[in-house]
């Protein structure tokens, strides 16, 4: 059914910037809310940043200023621009449709994230 597919995380300095992408199948994509989650080691997923169908977004208070999110329906993509990454930043980033009103994910078929790790 679904199918969520991230990429683009690797080894970053402080400071520098990074985009994430995930390919979203098997949903009417352009109809849904999509979002990013990040998750500490030993911790639950945390969502960071969601983005509405006509283009509304959230963002979490400490990644507001820094993050920012995108999607392509053409290509059924939703992006997590990070910029001016820091320690924090370290997780695995995983994305997810999410339900607008509530902010709370959809569905429990989580992809295998990507992993972001910040170093000073």
């Known amino acids: 059914q679904v199918q969520l597919v991230e990429s683009g995380g690797k080894l970053v300095q402080t400071g520098e910037s990074l985009t994430l992408a995930c390919k979203v199948t098997?949903?009417?994509?352009?109809?849904?809310?999509l979002g990013w989650y990040r998750q500490y080691p030993g911790q639950a997923r945390v969502l960071v940043a969601a983005?509405?169908?006509?283009?509304?977004?959230y963002k979490e208070p400490s990644v507001r200023g820094r993050f920012s999110i995108s999607r392509d329906n053409s290509q059924e993509m939703v992006y997590l621009h990070m910029n001016n990454v820091q320690l924090k930043d370290t997780a695995i980033y995983s994305c997810?449709?999410?339900?607008?009103?509530?902010?709370?994910?959809?569905?429990?078929?989580w992809g295998r994230g990507t992993q972001v790790i910040v170093s000073s």
């Open positions: 997810n449709t999410v339900q607008w009103t509530s902010l709370v994910p959809l569905t429990n078929s």
């Open positions: 098997g949903i009417d994509f352009s109809g849904e809310s």
């Open positions: 983005i509405h169908p006509e283009g509304s977004t």
